[in-house]
């Protein structure tokens, strides 16, 4: 007769998700069998739950694409009877990674699920923004939330993601390699990140632009004395 043990897991979600409320304080397990029926037990707890719940949360993070950044938790307290009651606020930033992002916030009792309900409202409001050969801006920007100022600017080849706190995450989620900003006027993560997606919702490609105007795109990048053959070549390259 051999007694099994719980399934080993290799991170620290996998041993929440995988805890037995039967077992002991901490998630020990109650082994009391030799180390041979132990061992046994462990593979066959890690072939039916361990190894199925990692490949099916592979299988959804390569199905969905979707890069989640945690930006910011804030925990209050209410001083009840009892004692204190604790709440916690999480602020998440999410994006493709090819010029989809959004944020959102959520509240809860406990921190994974505040997470898990900010991550769902920045789900539902992604906006779109168009990328200059798909690594930086089109132009400049300026976007202001309150008493926060941030300034957005388009960079060459090679400069990276020069930004600090709350927009390099923005960034990041949002598939920008080379940008420059500067944030003015305050540190607070929320009115950081509105300020940045002012600026970011004023974007606009010359596709667009040529599209409102009734234009081909060649025609307007041809207007700072580039030759005619040089507009075609960019205009070509240009991709949204």
């Known amino acids: 007769m051999t007694n099994e043990e719980p399934a080993v897991a290799d991170t ?5 998700a995988n805890q037995d ?31 199925d719940n990692r490949r099916g949360g592979r299988r ?91 300034t957005v600017r388009t960079a060459p080849p090679g400069t990276g993601i020069i930004a600090g706190g709350p927009m390099r995450a923005v960034f990041e989620s949002l598939g920008v390699a080379d940008v420059v900003t500067k944030s003015v006027g305050t540190s607070n993560p929320y009115n950081m990140i509105r300020a940045t997606f002012d600026a970011l919702t004023d974007q606009t490609s010359p596709k667009s632009v040529a599209q409102r105007r009734g234009k081909k795109v060649a025609d307007l990048l041809g207007r700072g004395g580039a030759s005619e053959a040089e507009a075609e070549a960019d205009a070509a390259a240009i991709a949204e």
């Open 60 to 150: 959804e993070e390569e199905d969905d694409g979707i890069i989640e950044k945690l930006v910011h938790i804030n925990r209050v307290s209410k001083t009840v009877k009892g004692g204190k009651r604790f709440g916690f606020a999480a602020l998440v930033v999410v994006g493709d990674g090819s010029g989809r992002v959004g944020f959102g916030k959520g509240k809860a009792r406990e921190v994974p699920e505040a997470i898990q309900k900010a991550t769902a409202a920045a789900r539902k409001k992604m906006i779109r923004v168009p990328l200059k050969e798909g690594r930086t801006l089109h132009h400049d920007g300026n976007g202001r939330f309150g008493a926060g100022k941030v």
């Open 21 to 51: 409320p039967a077992q002991g304080a901490e998630g020990q397990p109650r082994g009391r069998g030799n180390r041979g029926g132990g061992r046994g037990g462990n593979d066959r707890g890690r072939g039916r739950g361990g190894r």
């Open 12 to 16: 620290p979600s996998e041993a929440a």
